[in-house]
């Protein structure tokens, strides 16, 4: 049996945020917590939605002790922010950290006994729905506005913690692209190789599944014709990136993703990596790796990114042919393309064995292990 799990409701489209205020009144919410990190503040970009929110006359409370890897201490001050403000919803506004936050709030809020952050990695059993959530994607990657999960960094352990809850997906996404059309090219390249990597692992994952399968391909196909043009800030890039990463998170939320992500995870925890950048570095790599495991899905792969004549290649050309896309796509939106100037050499045990542990890692294709997991980093290094 296969479980698929989506928003009630989505917008899609320039000037989607408008549709905010009707869902807060459609739903009786009397007032909104807003979570927002301090960077989107001061450029003005939290002010979209809160001007939606003013000019229909809603309540609001603004909190925004949000870090770009959002820590436990984030999460226990937000839900302290919470209670005080008497909300009784919540309207997530950033990235994948402040949706993140704000998915980890909301689940104390309303399963109170999972009130020490970490109860919560894994996949918690907790019993009540979240407060509801309102996700604002800034960013196309995460895809935080349409998925069950959520990551903690517990920064006295220096480890990132994946939790898993369909209890914590949002009630509502807006995906709108005017408030993804101030990220800097860095960001942009480093989220939407994120959402590349969450197509990709989702589409090889075990879990996979025709469902998943049918998302997984168009997702591919739309970040591989749009990212370049996003990165220069091209309307159409930057369209087709917001759509490209939400329907990534449709498909890999239900299914998993595998030991990129595992990988990617630690280097965030130790060293504040931003975590596309992670992804993308780790990618191509890991998917030599993964090849062996993998079937025919590779020759796919190949023509959503673009690749001509996958219907004539051996097993072999095609799945380098789907590696070297990948490689193209990151080295073209100017990603680097090892982690020498990130990681340090006696730090890969501890990174290898918190791969190894982490809450992806099952969903991988092929069975590994930490010595293979080590093998990969000093690859990279």
């Known amino acids: 049996m296969n479980r698929f799990v989506l928003n009630e409701t989505s917008y899609h489209g320039a000037g989607a945020i408008a549709a905010i205020a009707d869902e807060v009144k459609a739903r009786n919410f009397k007032k909104v917590f807003v979570a927002s990190d301090p960077d989107l503040i001061k450029f003005g970009v939290t002010k979209k939605v809160l001007d939606v929110l003013d000019n229909a006359a809603i309540e609001y409370s603004v909190f925004s002790e949000i870090k770009p890897n959002p820590t436990i201490e984030n999460v226990q001050a937000g839900v302290e922010a919470f209670k005080a403000c008497g909300a009784d919803c919540i309207v997530a506004i950033g990235g994948g950290s402040s949706m993140d936050t704000a998915k980890a709030i909301g689940i104390i809020i309303t399963n109170p006994e999972f ?17 509801p959530v ?15 999960n959520y990551v903690i960094t517990d920064a006295e352990k220096n480890r990132k913690m994946v939790c898993v809850d369909v209890h914590d997906i949002p009630v509502v996404a807006v995906v709108d692209p ?21 197509a990709i692992e989702g589409y090889i994952t075990k879990g996979a599944w025709a469902l998943s399968d049918m998302f997984h391909i168009e997702a591919i196909r739309i970040i591989a014709a749009s990212l370049r043009g996003a990165v220069n800030n091209e309307k159409e890039g930057r369209d087709g990136m917001a759509l490209g990463q ?81 490689k193209k796509l990151s080295a073209d939106v100017g990603i680097p393309a090892d ?3 990130i990681v340090k050499p006696e730090d890969v045990a501890f990174l290898a064995q918190s791969a190894y542990d982490d809450a992806c890692r099952p969903g991988n294709p092929r069975e590994t292990s930490v010595e293979e997991i080590t093998a990969l980093y000093n690859s990279l290094l």
């Open 115 to 131: 009130a020490d952050v970490r109860s919560l990695e894994g996949v918690a059993p907790t019993k009540n729905k979240c407060v």
């Open 134 to 148: 309102i996700a604002v994607p800034t960013t196309a990657g995460t895809a935080a506005e349409v998925t069950i």
């Open 178 to 198: 005017d408030m993804m059309a101030t990220m800097p090219k860095g960001l942009t390249a480093a989220t939407g190789m994120d959402a590349l990597t969450h």
């Open 246 to 326: 939400y329907v990534a998170g449709m498909g890999f939320s239900n299914v998993g993703l595998g030991i990129v992500h595992s990988m990617a995870h630690p280097l965030g925890a130790l060293y504040d990596t931003p975590h596309g950048v992670a992804n993308a570095i780790i990618l191509p790599t890991v998917m030599e790796y993964n090849a062996p495991a993998t079937g025919d899905k590779y020759k796919y792969i190949a023509a959503a990114m673009g690749v001509e004549g996958t219907e004539n290649m051996t097993v072999e050309e095609y799945r380098k042919a789907a590696i070297d896309a990948v």
């Open 339 to 341: 982690l020498k100037d």
